[in-house]
């Protein structure tokens, strides 16, 4: 049997000339990117997989997992009716975390949350309004999801 072509990047499934069976393959490259666009996980990272995981949901796996997510550290576990893909993160990836809305990046092989925003403060003249307008944009900002404030 020859090797499955994959894309370079998220490593999708190619189709090859004159394969059999190119539904299976086509399907498995939609499973992928059906969890990959617009990523968004239910938790995590997490080390045990979910008792009753649905389909379709996925989940950031931690540092140290075991049982069936054994060796696969810092990747996304998507639950389908075919078991448990592992899909490996590329650098600079994005995702939300749907158990508490937390946004996270993942940078030098690890899922980190975005840098917090200070308040402005300090400064020779302190202008009232001009903090106000600020600060109110950072909580907008925040509301949005955009960035943390501290």
């Not at 995981?53 to 997510?69: H, I, K, R």
Request: charge should be negative; glycine fraction near 10%.
């Amino acid at each position: 049997m020859s090797e499955i072509l994959t894309t370079a990047r998220f490593a999708l499934p190619l189709l090859a000339v004159a394969q059999a069976q190119k539904e299976i393959t086509h399907n498995e490259a939609l499973t992928r990117m059906d969890a990959l666009l617009h990523a968004a996980v239910e938790e995590g990272p997490i080390d045990t997989p979910p008792a009753a995981p649905q389909e379709g949901q996925c989940w950031l796996v931690g540092a140290m997992p075991d049982g069936a997510w054994s060796g696969e550290a810092h990747v996304l576990a998507l639950w389908s009716a075919g078991g448990w893909r592992f899909l490996r993160p590329r650098e600079g990836m994005r995702l939300i975390r749907l158990s508490d809305r937390g946004l996270l990046r993942f940078e030098g092989g690890l899922w980190s949350p975005p840098e917090p925003i200070a308040a402005p403060s300090g400064g020779a003249v302190i202008d009232s309004e001009a903090r106000t307008a600020i600060s109110a944009l950072i909580g907008l900002l925040a509301a949005h999801g955009i960035l943390i404030p501290e």
